[in-house]
């Protein structure tokens, strides 16, 4: 990477650090630069500990950086927590009474009174920082215009213009050169959170009915459910709690929408007795579990990777899922998409697995890799739909692939019958032995048909070597970028990034593991979930696992250290 700039603000809740990040993304890309920004906040409204970190690139950035080259401290009591992270040659500022380099006395408060309200101490800090990276000003108008009315607008442009010219007078001159960004030409980009990547592509996939109970870091998706969705069709509804929003959507999807919910994990163990009804009525639904740490309410606002484990294994009885874990927010689009698809293609619920790094995340895509794919309907229809010698439709027909003919009510001449209990080829409840058996092995066969389908790994480095980094979810891009870095220094690692956990891809992964020294995960849990998984479905070894587990996510710089220890 060419430019390769790393801006860290911090500051208590409400006093605008995501307003900063925002302005410094938005103009970092109409300068022609690509970011990549990610949010470390606490569960509180106002005050605690906030940040954000704006890395700037070239090139397509990935992955964040724990080392500041800029920091931006709103509120100066954090300055012992994030100062010394500032590397050599960066610089921050602050409003404090005295300050020698790398820290320097910015007047915000003082700046911003002057533009004409005492809140735009961030916009002011914002013009410090935009004169330091060479950005110009008027970039900085539009974002304004659309962001802001009345004379709103101009007391933000004063406060980033007075920032600025402090910054111009007071930053020395080596500090402005080096952090300067080149004038370059650029192209258009599409700003997107991972939640806002999802929640698109699920409406790209034929999406028309979304329910959910807030509860984050999931609820970023709901959101954009509700605001988008109703322009194409798209019904939302906040339930009362995640049971009501999974059974509203099991019944959505009975009448022939294809629905989705979105929660975390402590609201996905609510679902999981619907779930099992998902699976019994072979009703397709998409359900996505945005993880956080627990137990319990754990840290709300952290991420972890914790919960595979329990989507694996959620509900009661025997039935086939399938579990994806985009790994970006691209694969987020098209991931659900996918799930959409898929889940009524096989009549399964479908887990999208994210987590709250990736769903907080925000990055520049390029347009052309939000693909949207054709839509295709899996719903028989007409004359179509299979009848018995009697007339009768059977909704659990047995078949060799277990995939039954779904129809939805309103057609003529038909029932479609569907019940909680185990039941008939015509949905009637039944207990007979013979019958219970037969529903059994019609479930598993399909969940045989889906595993074929599936979606593989993807892989990138030697064909063979001293050692594969595999990972699953929002891990994708950081081990990606670690593997880079120890190619660099000569090591022959290669990544493996899983798309689809369940039904899990044994027979690729068994055949990667051993062309290499070692095998370790990257895991943002303590017990290794994945590895577990692994050494069950593949009977491969797995040397162990580098885990985090402190609410944070990796970056490559530390990972790589923790990998160098390794081999």
């Known amino acids: 990477m060419g430019i390769d700039v790393n801006i860290r603000v911090t500051g208590g809740a409400g006093q605008g650090v995501h307003t900063v990040s925002n302005l410094i993304m938005r103009m970092v890309a109409g300068a022609g630069y690509r970011f990549h920004v990610t949010q470390d906040y606490v569960s509180r409204i106002r005050g605690g500990r906030n940040s954000q970190g704006i890395r700037i690139g070239s090139e397509p950035v990935r992955a964040g950086r724990e080392e500041a080259d800029v920091?931006?401290?709103?509120?100066?009591?954090?300055?012992?927590?994030?100062?010394?992270?500032?590397?050599?040659g960066g610089f921050a500022l602050a409003d404090v009474p005295s300050a020698d380099p790398p820290l320097f006395r910015a007047p915000l408060k003082e700046m911003a009174v002057q533009a004409g309200s005492p809140i735009l101490a961030n916009?002011?800090?914002?013009?410090?920082?935009?004169?330091?990276?060479?950005?110009?000003?008027?970039?900085?108008?539009a974002v304004f215009a659309s962001d802001f009315k009345g004379d709103f607008v101009e007391k933000n442009r004063a406060a980033l213009r007075l920032g600025a010219d402090w910054a111009k007078e007071n930053l020395p001159e080596k500090i402005r050169e080096r952090f300067r960004l080149p004038a370059r030409s650029h192209s258009r980009p599409i700003i997107l959170s991972g939640n806002e990547a999802l929640a698109l592509g699920a409406i790209a996939g034929g999406c028309k009915f979304a329910a959910g109970y807030p509860m984050t870091p999931g609820t970023g998706i709901l959101s954009v459910l509700a605001n988008e969705g109703p322009s194409v069709g798209l019904v939302f509804e906040q339930a009362e709690d995640e049971i009501a929003a999974l059974t509203m959507a099991i019944g959505a999807s009975y009448t022939g929408a294809r629905t989705i919910v979105a929660t975390s994990g402590g609201g996905f163990a609510l679902m999981v007795e619907a779930l099992s009804l998902a699976g019994m009525m072979e009703t397709p639904v998409v359900i996505v579990v945005a993880m956080r740490p627990g137990p319990a309410t754990g840290m709300p606002t952290r991420t972890e990777q914790g919960d595979l484990e329990f989507v694996l294994s959620a509900g009661h009885g025997e039935f086939p899922r399938l579990v994806l874990a985009p790994g970006s927010p691209e694969e987020a689009f098209d991931l659900a998409q996918r799930a959409m698809d898929l889940a009524e293609e096989f009549q399964v619920p479908v887990i999208l697995l994210t987590d709250q790094y990736l769903a907080d995340t925000v990055v520049d895509i390029d347009p052309e890799n939000l693909v949207v794919r054709p839509l295709r309907r899996h719903i028989v229809r007409g004359d179509s739909i299979p009848r018995t010698r009697q007339g009768k439709y059977l909704r659990h027909a047995y078949t060799e692939s277990g995939i039954s003919p779904m129809a939805v009510p309103g057609e003529p001449g038909i029932t479609?019958?569907?019940?909680?209990?185990e039941h008939t080829e015509d949905g009637h409840l039944s207990e007979d032995h013979a019958t219970r058996i037969r529903m059994v092995e019609k479930r598993l066969r399909k969940g045989v048909t889906l595993a074929g389908k599936t979606i593989p790994p993807l892989f990138t480095g030697p064909p063979n070597g001293d050692l594969v980094l595999i990972g699953f979810g929002s891990t994708k891009?950081?081990?990606?970028?670690?593997?880079?870095?120890?190619?660099?220094?000569?090591?022959?690692?290669?990544a493996v990034h899983l798309r689809q956990v369940w039904p899990f891809p044994a027979e690729?992964?068994?055949?990667?593991?051993?062309?290499?020294?070692?095998?370790?995960?990257?895991?943002?849990?303590?017990?290794?979930?994945?590895?577990?998984?692994?050494?069950?479905?593949?009977?491969?070894?797995?040397?162990?696992?580098?885990?985090?587990?402190?609410?944070?996510?990796?970056t490559p710089a530390a990972l790589a250290r923790d990998v160098r220890r390794r081999i």
Do not use: H, K
């Open 508 to 554: 690729e992964i068994a055949g990667i593991v051993p062309r290499f020294g070692a095998a370790l995960t990257v895991e943002n849990n303590a017990r290794g979930q994945l590895a577990r998984v692994i050494r069950s479905e593949c009977g491969v070894r797995i040397d162990g696992t580098v885990s985090r587990y402190d609410g944070l996510p990796f």
């Open 71 to 88: 920091l931006l401290a709103l509120n100066p009591d954090l300055l012992p927590d994030y100062l010394p992270a500032v590397g050599e």
């Open 123 to 141: 916009v002011a800090g914002t013009g410090a920082i935009a004169c330091a990276l060479g950005i110009p000003l008027e970039i900085a108008d």
């Open 477 to 494: 891009e950081v081990i990606e970028e670690t593997r880079r870095i120890l190619a660099r220094e000569g090591r022959n690692v290669a």
């Open 416 to 421: 479609v019958v569907v019940d909680s209990d």
